[in-house]
């Protein structure tokens, strides 16, 4: 018989595959260059000043991978729930899932209810008093994560493009001198203007090379996030919070 626990420590490890797969697309979506720098002049002065625009919405494929790692990492947590009613009653039932709730009182009432007759105290206790796993709780990454995997149930997530910085920007100005903007760092989403100062008629020839991120857009859960640091964050958050309850699990077993 497979040991508890196996199965949501391999929806991890696929959560983790889908993972490194989003880095792999999302540097391909980055290699695109996917932006471009218009010019305008400054009325008063004459000089240039280049304007940077995201114009190419985030792909839908890189949304779908979003979706798979946020569903594999919340199937480990509804496994582990489900494990430990078979291992504690001898039976599954398929409502059995990882308590995650807004409030610490919503999250008290359920494992009062139904969910003391599904696990022995140690892990209903551990899990109210140390993991918490509602907002402003200790888990509140979880309680992002099943809002998140709410919304994914839903419609695609909502993603935007977040770059940060530019480098490298090769121009020329109307007298035909041909100069380069060495760093252009964007303080996300204020500035998005660079003065050229004493060129005018600027012509951009190689709009160089920006560092770009995926966040997550308006109406998520964790809006602003990027979404790759956060993706590992929460598998790691996963991770460490199933092999707590394991052992949490294995020494009232073992006493």
């Known amino acids: ?12 490890e696929r959560a983790n595959q889908h993972i490194n797969d989003l880095y792999q697309q999302s540097r391909k979506f980055s290699n695109t260059r996917p932006y471009s720098i218009s010019v305008e002049n400054n009325t008063e002065t004459g ?67 139904g969910l003391k007759k599904k696990a022995p105290k140690a892990i ?31 419609r695609l997530l909502i993603a935007k493009k977040d770059v940060t910085h530019i480098r490298t920007i090769h121009c020329k100005d109307g007298r035909g001198e041909d100069f380069t903007v060495t760093e252009w760092a ?12 004493g060129h005018n008629n600027v012509q951009v020839t190689d709009k160089g090379e920006a560092s770009i991120g995926i966040v997550f857009g308006d109406g998520m859960p964790i809006y602003g996030k990027a979404i790759l640091p956060t993706l590992r964050d929460l598998s790691h958050f996963v991770s460490g919070t199933i092999n707590s309850i394991e052992k949490v699990f294995l020494a009232a077993r073992n006493p």
């Not at 964007?186 to 100062?197: D, G, M, Q």
């Open 186 to 197: 964007l303080v996300h989403p204020k500035i998005s203007v660079y003065p050229c100062f």
């Open 1 to 12: 018989m497979t040991k508890p626990f196996h199965g949501a420590k391999l929806k991890i």
């Open 124 to 154: 209903i206790d551990f899990i109210v008093d140390a993991v918490q796993p509602y907002k402003g709780g200790r888990g509140e990454p979880l309680w992002s994560l099943h809002a998140l995997d709410i919304e994914d149930k839903h």
């Open 47 to 113: 000089d240039s000043f280049l304007k940077i625009s995201t114009d190419q919405a985030a792909p839908e494929s890189l949304l779908l991978i979003v979706g798979d790692v946020i569903h594999n990492l919340m199937c480990a947590l509804d496994f582990t729930m489900n494990d430990i009613e078979f291992a504690t009653q001898g039976v599954r039932t398929k409502h059995t899932k990882f308590p995650i709730y807004d409030t610490r009182n919503d999250l008290v009432v359920a494992c009062n209810g």
